[in-house]
């Protein structure tokens, strides 16, 4: 435990930190500033000030899906780095791994997944062109489509990350959606249609 010393007080780093982490919960699960600040005892005027000190971000809620992904520490550091909201890239052996379950248990996998990516305005899906296609018809979000390869793809690929940065700096620099569910915005068009270099990996 961390403590300082200031004047005749002794603070606890460790007791910020749940405070903190504890105040930005509540206002995720979707409680105002004002009833934060009573419940925890502080000015409404602090949980803005937490808010506004640590944004990263602010426009939609973008999540990225790609598999067979050989580099994919790479690709979950840059998604890191854009501060997207859900990742899930998957490398070969992480892939089978997942296949290889119980046929039952792969399948509520699958459908609880796709539930979760319902909730995000834009999808960035690294895929073979016929998964991109199928994801295009279920999901009622905007899907910016990174091909990997042609289907069945069972070799991981090797994503070209300077191209990804650049979809990505795309997609969240594109205006909120207010609401709208409508495919094709022309800024996220322009980062799909950027000329890929994804090189197929052999298989370890």
């Known amino acids: 435990m961390r403590l300082y010393r200031i004047g005749d007080k002794v603070v606890s780093e460790d007791k910020l930190r749940d405070a903190i982490a504890s105040i930005l919960e509540d206002r995720e699960a979707g409680a105002t500033q004002d009833d934060v600040a009573k419940s925890h005892g502080v000015q409404r005027s602090f949980v803005s000030f937490l808010e ?9 809620r973008v999540a990225m899906v790609g598999f067979p992904i050989a580099n994919a520490a790479e690709v979950k550091a840059l998604a890191e780095n854009h501060a997207l909201d859900f990742v899930l890239v998957l490398s070969q052996e992480e892939r089978e791994n997942i296949e290889s379950g119980e046929v039952t248990a792969v399948f509520n996998t699958l459908l609880e997944t796709i539930a979760t990516l319902r ?20 999901l009622g979000t905007e899907v910016v489509g990174v091909p990997l390869g042609s289907s069945p793809l069972r070799e991981a690929v090797t994503v070209d990350v300077e191209e990804l940065d650049a979809i990505l700096t795309g997609v ?18 322009d980062a799909s249609g950027l000329p890929g270099r994804w090189q197929p990996s052999r298989k370890s």
């Not at 506004?52 to 939609?60: A, I, M, P, S, W």
């Not at 609401?179 to 022309?186: D, K, L, M, V, Y």
């Open 52 to 60: 506004t000190l640590g944004e990263v971000r602010k426009g939609n």
């Open 119 to 138: 909730d995000y305005d834009t999808l960035v899906l690294l895929a073979s062109d016929w998964r991109i296609k199928t994801m295009e018809r279920i």
């Open 172 to 189: 969240m620099s594109a205006r909120p959606a207010h609401g709208s569910t409508s495919r094709g915005s022309a800024a996220l068009k």
